[in-house]
């Protein structure tokens, strides 16, 4: 149980585009879910918690008219890279918990890069 | 605000040979610590977690930790590596609930890479 589901897992997008990566939890309701973004050989940055049906609390530094997060719903949380740049090539994966005392489940995080 | 530290970027050992993968945490309040693991291009899987109870805790595939609170250690152990272990793996930290400080928030380590070594 506790499966989340992130797609797509690989994307390639042209400079000053937008890239959609959904997270979806699959077999349980998320009202939290956390995007990270990791870079090479590095640990994981928190960029944002999102909240279904609320605002996204965004990590210090990270640009919230650039990362869009939408929680729609129980099951689904988004992140929208805006108008990307190669500096946003990365890898970015999301989490969700069943509840505090659970352990955060991962999905197999997207990498996107922007030529 | 609390800080997980893995002392090592690497640590290689042969197969068959016991295995340890260092973490110490900071945290106000009691913690709540995880091991993940991450192969290539992976998200990270969970292995397990200490909340309350036996310092040694036992996970999937044959590893286990052990909480030393006066230490402030989680060190991740298993005692015969396979080459299938290979891989990235973080310590991460938050605070228990209601220990009334810190945050809820999951707060990793740099993570450490193991190399098994046939």
């Known amino acids: 149980g506790a499966v989340v589901s992130q797609h797509p897992s690989r994307v390639i997008c042209k400079s000053g585009t937008s890239v959609k990566i959904e997270c979806r939890s699959l077999?349980?309701?998320?009202?939290?879910m956390f995007w990270y973004r990791q870079f090479p050989k590095q640990s994981l940055m928190l960029m944002a918690t999102?909240?279904?049906?609320?605002?996204?609390?965004?990590e210090q530094g990270v640009e919230k008219d650039k990362f869009l997060i939408n929680h729609a719903s129980l099951t689904l949380s988004t992140l929208t890279v805006t108008s990307a740049h190669p500096e946003d090539s990365s890898f970015y994966i999301c989490?969700?918990?069943?509840?505090?005392?659970?352990?955060?489940?991962f999905g197999n995080g997207t990498r996107l890069t922007v030529t | 605000a609390q800080s997980v530290a893995q002392p090592e970027d690497q640590v290689n050992v042969a197969e068959g040979n016991p295995l340890t993968v260092k973490c110490t945490y900071s945290?106000?309040?009691?913690?709540?610590l995880f091991w993940y693991v991450q192969y290539p291009n992976r998200g990270l899987q969970f292995l397990l977690k200490?909340?309350?109870?036996?310092?040694l805790v036992k996970g999937s595939y044959g590893f286990e930790a052990e909480f030393n609170k006066s230490q402030t250690s989680f060190h991740l152990k298993k005692p015969s590596a396979l080459v299938s272990d290979s891989a990235l793996y973080f310590c991460?930290?938050?605070?228990?609930?209601?220990?009334?400080?810190?945050?809820?928030?999951?707060?990793f380590g740099k993570g450490t890479k193991l190399s098994v070594i046939p």
């Open positions: 989490s969700a918990w069943t509840g505090y005392n659970s352990p955060l489940h």
């Open positions: 077999d349980f309701q998320a009202t939290t």
């Open positions: 999102s909240n279904e049906g609320s605002k996204a609390t965004y």
């Open positions: 945290v106000s309040g009691n913690p709540y």
């Open positions: 200490y909340i309350t109870g036996d310092n």
């Open positions: 991460a930290v938050r605070s228990h609930p209601y220990s009334g400080a810190g945050s809820y928030q999951l707060t």
